[in-house]
C-alpha cells in the first residue's frame, strides 16, 4: 500500500482538526443561543420588527380600500326633477324607480366603481364581486404561496416578492376599464397579499425570546392598525376630490419603496435557514444580531442539528400526515373561519348602519389599537384557549345587541334616531373589538402550536380558513345593506360557535417553540406527564 500523498494528509488533517472542533463546540438550541447570547429582545430584534411589520401596513390598507372606493355614492335630483306630472324626483324617491334624467351623483362618476359603472338596481349584485374575487384569491394564494416560506424561497424573499406585486396590483386596478377587470385585478391583489401577515409574524416572533412573544405581536398588529386607520384619514382628507382611480394609485406608491429597504435591511429567519441545512448562515445572523445588542456570541458556540422535515418532505405533507398535528390544525381552522367572516364583514358592513361612514370606519380602524394592548396583555398574561373561547362569546353577544337595536327591541330608550345610532355603532365597535382581540391571540397561539419546520404552512392554513370565512362577508353584507339583523344576527352565530373549536386545541402559554414536529411530539408527551411543569 502506498503511503498518502502530501494532499492527502493535508485533507486527513484538515478533518481531524475539524472533527476536534465540533467535538469542542458547545451547542445549543436556537432559543437557548437567543437568551443566553444573543438577548430575547434588543436593538437588532426592534429594527428588524419594525421594518418588517410595516409590510403589514400595506396590506391593511389594500384589504380595506374597497370600503371607500366601492362605496355607495350619494345623489341629488337635477335641475329638471320632474317630467310630466307622473315621474318626479324627490329625496324619498328610489333612483332605480325613476327616469335617469331626473338624478345624478353627488360627486360626479369618478367617485366610486359604483357610480362608474352604474352598479344600482339590477347590476347590484356585482358591486359585491370585487370583495368575493379578492378573498378568493387570498385563498387561492395561501394554497400556493403560504407553503414557499417554509420551502426553498424563504420567509424574506418571500414577502419581499409578495409588496412587489401587491404594488404593481394596484397601480393596475387603477386604470381598470370595467367590473370585470377590476375584480380579476382585485383577486390578483388578493393573491399577492394572502400571507403577508404571516411572513411579517413568523420572521418577527422567531428572532425573539419567549416572553417578548405578546410585545412583538403587538407592534406587528399595530402596524395593521395604522394602516387601517389611515383609510379614513386618506379619504377624509380627499373628501372634495375623491377618485376611487387615485385612491388605488396613493396606496401603491409607497410599499414599492418600501420592497427595497425590505431587500436591503431585512434579515432571513435563523430558524429557516438551519432548517435548510445552512447552520453557519444561521450562526452568522445570529452573530450580527448579537452585535448589535451589544453582545458577543462565542465562536465556540454552535446551533444543534435538528431532522430538517422540510428537506425531505414538503411541511403541508408533513401537517396532514402527522396525526396530532392534522388534528390541531383542523381545530385552528375552524376557530379561523369564523373570526375571518366577522373580522373582514364587520368593517364591510358599517355603511350599512345608519351612520357617518367616515367615522364607523375610524372607530373601527382605532378599536384595533386597545385590541392590539388588551392581546398582548392576554398572550402574556392568560390562558390561549380560556381568552378565545371568553372573546368570541362577548363579541357574538354584542353582534346580537345590534341586532336588538336594529329591530328596535332594546330596553334602552329610542326618544331619538341619532341615540339609537350612537347605541348601534358603539355595540358594533365593541363586538369587533372583541373578534379583533381574539384574532390577534389565535395567530400567537398557532405559532406556538406548530414548530418551525411547518409554521409557516400552519399559519398560511390559519389563513386559508380566515379567507374561506371572509369569501361569504360580501354576500352577507349585500343582504345587510336591506337588512342589518340578518347580516350582524349571522356574524353573531359564526363567530360564537367556531369559537367553541378551541376547546379541543392544548394550552400553550410559556411552552418553547419546537423546531420540528418529531422534537415537539417528544417534548409534550414528557411535559404532559409532569405535573410540575406548566
Request: aromatic share 12%.
Amino acid at each position: 500500500m502506498d503511503p498518502p500523498t502530501w494532499e492527502e494528509q493535508k485533507r486527513s488533517d484538515s478533518d481531524e482538526l475539524t472533527q476536534v472542533q465540533q467535538v469542542e463546540k458547545n451547542m445549543f438550541s436556537i432559543d437557548e443561543i437567543i437568551e443566553t447570547y444573543v438577548g430575547g429582545f434588543g436593538p437588532a430584534q426592534l429594527f428588524q420588527v419594525v421594518i418588517v411589520a410595516l409590510a403589514w401596513a400595506f396590506d391593511s390598507q389594500h384589504t380595506f380600500v374597497t370600503i371607500f372606493t366601492d362605496a355607495q355614492p350619494s345623489w341629488h335630483c337635477t335641475n329638471g326633477s320632474q317630467i310630466g306630472e307622473t315621474e318626479i324626483c324627490t329625496a324619498q324617491s328610489s333612483i332605480c324607480e325613476m327616469n335617469s334624467t331626473l338624478w345624478e351623483w353627488e360627486r360626479g362618476t369618478e367617485v366610486s366603481v359604483i357610480s362608474q359603472w352604474n352598479l344600482v338596481c339590477a347590476n347590484t349584485i356585482q358591486a359585491g364581486f370585487p370583495s368575493l374575487f379578492f378573498f378568493m384569491g387570498s385563498l387561492l394564494g395561501c394554497i400556493i404561496v403560504g407553503p414557499l416560506a417554509d420551502s426553498w424561497l424563504g420567509r424574506k424573499r418571500t414577502l419581499v416578492i409578495s409588496t412587489v406585486t401587491l404594488s404593481l396590483m394596484g397601480f393596475l386596478t387603477s386604470v381598470s376599464p370595467n367590473i370585470w377587470i377590476y375584480s380579476f385585478l382585485r383577486a390578483l391583489t388578493g393573491f399577492a397579499r394572502s400571507s403577508m401577515g404571516t411572513y411579517c409574524l413568523v420572521l418577527s416572533t422567531e428572532l425573539v425570546g419567549r416572553r417578548w412573544r405578546s410585545l412583538i405581536g403587538f407592534l406587528v398588529f399595530f402596524s395593521f392598525t395604522l394602516g387601517f386607520l389611515s383609510l379614513p384619514a386618506l379619504a377624509y382628507l380627499t373628501r372634495n376630490s375623491f377618485s376611487w382611480r387615485n385612491t388605488y394609485i396613493y396606496i401603491s406608491i409607497t410599499p414599492l419603496a418600501y420592497s427595497v429597504l425590505l431587500l436591503l435591511f431585512a434579515w432571513e429567519s435563523p430558524r429557516w435557514l438551519l432548517l435548510r441545512g445552512n447552520s453557519q448562515e444561521s450562526l452568522k445572523c445570529l452573530r450580527k444580531m448579537a452585535e448589535l445588542n451589544g453582545r458577543v456570541l462565542p465562536e465556540n458556540v454552535g446551533i444543534e442539528d435538528c431532522i430538517a422535515e422540510s428537506r425531505t418532505e414538503s411541511a403541508l405533507s408533513l401537517l396532514w400526515t402527522t396525526q396530532w398535528a392534522r388534528r390541531r390544525l383542523m381545530s385552528t381552522m375552524a376557530v379561523g373561519s369564523g373570526m375571518g367572516l366577522i373580522y373582514y364583514g364587520m368593517p364591510f358592513g358599517v355603511a350599512s348602519l345608519d351612520f357617518n361612514l367616515y367615522l364607523s370606519v375610524t372607530f373601527n380602524a382605532l378599536s384595533e389599537i386597545p385590541a392590539a394592548i388588551f392581546s398582548t396583555i392576554v398572550v402574556a398574561k392568560c390562558g390561549r384557549r380560556r381568552a378565545i373561547l371568553l372573546l368570541t362569546l362577548v363579541s357574538g353577544m354584542l353582534c346580537f345587541l345590534c341586532v336588538f337595536y336594529s329591530l328596535g327591541i332594546s330596553d334602552i330608550p329610542h326618544s331619538t334616531a341619532n341615540r339609537k345610532n350612537w347605541a348601534q355603532i358603539v355595540a358594533e365597535v365593541g363586538a369587533f373589538l372583541s373578534a379583533v382581540t381574539a384574532f390577534n391571540v389565535m395567530l400567537i397561539y398557532c405559532l406556538e402550536l406548530f414548530p418551525s419546520s411547518v409554521r409557516n404552512s400552519a399559519i398560511s392554513m390559519l389563513r386559508q380558513a380566515i379567507n374561506a370565512g371572509a369569501i361569504v362577508s360580501p354576500v352577507i353584507v349585500v343582504i345587510g345593506h336591506s337588512n342589518t339583523a340578518i347580516s350582524f344576527g349571522l356574524f353573531g352565530i359564526a363567530i360564537i360557535i367556531s369559537g367553541l373549536f378551541v376547546l379541543d386545541l392544548p394550552e400553550t402559554k410559556d411552552r418553547p417553540l419546537y423546531d420540528t414536529l418529531g422534537n415537539q411530539e417528544c417534548q409534550e408527551t414528557l411535559l404532559s406527564k409532569s405535573p410540575l411543569l406548566p
